[in-house]
């Protein structure tokens, strides 16, 4: 009785859509890392990427409906020739998928923008990238222009960012990245916005900043509570974002996923990926489910994966909210019924401070240098994150 209670149980928490991964059908194709993506329709696109012999320009559908994956004509076409490449940026405007840069055979640096017509199954070579040849690019979608930027060029890291727009076919630059040069950050929109988070910095990050078109500014957000990293991948379904997967400081490949709420500035730490620890994997959203798959961890990874997440934080997470907020020297936190573990993280992920608190007291912060931090709350029901300004 108590295993059929439990499988009910189980079921009934996958009907109502609550935090979980199932396992969809495998990429085709060899296994590879470092896929551009784009979606158009009802379907999610795989193109380029590295396999176990090299980069390739190989492109495949995914379709949701029917769970399978199709072939569709390579990068460019069949005089696109050259054209292998991975770690590219992958977009989608006006009903059209794009692919730009990247690292292509002989490890050269790409500037090229490739558009793909769904309709007529054709590539069409777009105007240049105006930045430096580059590969480990993010980019984000606002009103149907791309925003593209950071990244490694052939001199270093890189900070630029640049706008596309498809009915010009033209770019211009745009506001430099305040956070530092970096590649393989990751980048999405949520509510109107652009953000960036994560990547290497010559560092491993773990900041998220938003951006502004309207009036073309960065401003820094609460850091993602979880190891700094790269290669991770980045999905939202407003008003939240997910960061998931990626390779930590040590070469250590990270299977965590944490909600990003825009309303709070705040993340929760949700069910860890089950595909386990990866880097440069892939992401996309098709008609409102988010899907991972891909990357590296040792050997190319051709797996793939639904994920049934929470569009908000829940009721419950929202009881808890911590003033004064900035503080100088002491804050409460509100909602806490029972002695509560909580650990301070710098902006840069390290602990600074542990201990348990309670709702009666106060928890002092007098001795941490001003700064934003990170206090990480081990309920007995999960794990909950908020953010702290010590002035």
């Known amino acids: 009785m108590k295993i059929k209670f439990y499988i009910f149980i189980l079921l009934a928490s996958k009907a109502l859509g609550q935090d979980y991964w199932e396992v969809r059908d495998s990429i085709k194709g060899a296994p590879r890392a470092g896929i551009a993506t784009f979606v158009l329709g009802n379907r999610g696109y795989a193109a380029g990427g590295i396999k176990a012999d090299g980069s390739t320009r190989k492109v495949y559908s995914y379709s949701k409906t029917q769970n399978d994956w199709d072939d569709e004509p390579s990068i460019g076409g069949i005089s696109g020739g050259g054209l292998e490449r991975n770690l590219a940026s992958g977009f989608s405007l006006e009903g059209k998928g794009y692919v730009c840069l990247g690292e292509g055979l002989g490890s050269v640096f790409m500037n090229d923008l490739w558009e793909y017509d769904k309709s007529n199954q054709t ?43 498809p009915l010009e076919n033209s770019w211009e630059a745009i506001a430099e990245f305040p956070g530092g040069a970096r590649r393989q950050a990751v980048g ?46 980045a999905w ?17 490949y990270l299977n965590d996923v944490w909600q990003y709420n825009y309303y709070q500035n705040a993340w929760t730490e949700r069910n860890v990926f089950i595909g386990g620890g990866r880097v440069n994997a892939i992401s996309m959203v098709i008609n ?32 808890f909210n911590i003033y004064p907020n900035p503080s100088k020297s002491w804050v409460k936190i509100q909602g806490i019924q029972a002695p509560t573990p909580y ?8 602990e600074v401070l542990t201990g348990v608190i309670t709702c009666l007291e106060p ?9 934003a931090y990170i206090i990480k709350l081990s309920t007995q029901h999960k794990i909950i994150s908020r953010s702290l300004i010590k002035q």
């Open 123 to 165: 590539w069409t070579q777009k105007a240049d990238f105006i930045g430096s040849p580059r590969r480990g690019a993010a980019c984000f979608i606002i009103n149907n222009i791309a925003y593209l930027g950071t990244g490694e060029d052939a001199q270093g890291l890189c900070g630029d960012f640049y706008a596309y727009s």
């Open 288 to 319: 409102g489910s988010a899907f991972v798959g891909g990357g590296y961890n040792g050997a190319y990874l051709d797996d793939f994966y639904a994920y049934h997440g929470l569009a908000n934080l829940s009721e419950f997470d929202e009881l």
């Open 188 to 233: 999405f929109e949520l509510n109107g916005y652009g953000w960036i988070a994560t990547g290497d910095a010559g560092v491993l990050m773990n900041d998220l900043w938003s951006y502004n078109v309207v009036s073309n500014q960065w401003q820094q957000k609460s850091n993602l509570p979880g190891t700094p990293r790269l290669g991770a991948v």
């Open 363 to 371: 928890l002092n912060i007098e001795g941490l240098p001003k700064g």
């Open 236 to 252: 939202s379904t407003s008003p939240s974002a997910f960061i998931a997967t990626g390779q930590d400081p040590f070469g250590a």
């Open 343 to 350: 650990i301070i993280y710098s902006s840069f992920g390290q």
